[in-house]
């Protein structure tokens, strides 16, 4: 669920450039502040994806 929560987050900011030219959202910093949320959501997902493959090669390295 955590995945599709970001990706949810992805999908939903490649509309706000859109959403600014087409007046729906009036404020650029409320699009600025959602951009740099969405990006450190990214960031941490990124961080977590990497993570999880250096323990499964570590385990991988281990004889048994």
């Given amino acids: ?3 599709q929560h970001v990706d ?3 999908q ?3 509309s706000l450039p859109l ?3 087409t007046g ?3 404020d650029f910093h ?3 502040v959602q951009l740099k949320s969405t990006e450190l959501s990214f960031k941490f997902a990124l961080e ?7 323990a499964y090669r570590e385990v991988m390295r281990m004889t048994v």
């Fill in 48 to 54: 977590i994806r990497n993570k999880l493959v250096d």
């Fill in 12 to 14: 939903g900011a490649d």
């Fill in 24 to 26: 729906r959202v009036s």
């Fill in 19 to 21: 959403d600014l030219l």
């Fill in 1 to 3: 669920s955590g995945l």
């Fill in 8 to 10: 949810a987050k992805v």
């Fill in 30 to 32: 409320e699009i600025a």
